[in-house]
């Protein structure tokens, strides 16, 4: 029983790895194009808002905390920050696949993006535009 535990814990983590992995691997360029689904309440390349916060810079941000946006994000956005919800690939690539799942209540009607390969593409796309 014990080894079964380990084989799922090595297994689980491997899964993590590659995942992360894949993220960090996305195309760019493919990512901007996914982002135009996102483009309606997000801006990525300059720190503009509109019905969404910017996601310029994104990474590394407390959730809940862009000050020019704090006003408008949901208690459910802002209490994550709170909890000390960090956006790195893993909580982005989560969040984006389903915003109700990881922040039950928060105010994003986006169902979420169910390719991990488009996630890990605009994931890429945010990084890159972070970096102008």
Known sequence: MKST???AAVL???SFL???????????????K????CMACHE????????????????????GTLASFEAKYSDAMK????????????NFAAYVKAPK????????????????ADI????AYLEEVAKQ
């Open 44 to 63: 990525a390349a300059t720190d503009k808002n509109k019905i969404g916060p910017s996601l310029h810079g994104v990474m590394g941000r407390t959730a």
């Open 101 to 116: 799942e990881k922040i039950p209540g928060n105010k994003m009607a986006f169902p979420g993006l169910k390719d991990d």
């Open 34 to 37: 996914v982002f135009a689904k």
């Open 12 to 14: 689980l983590a491997a």
């Open 5 to 7: 535990a380990c084989s």
């Open 79 to 90: 209490a994550a920050g709170a909890g000390g919800l960090v956006w790195d690939e893993a």
């Open 18 to 32: 590659a995942t992360a992995t894949a993220h960090a691997a996305g195309d760019a360029a493919a990512g901007k």
């Open 120 to 123: 890990a593409n605009v994931i």
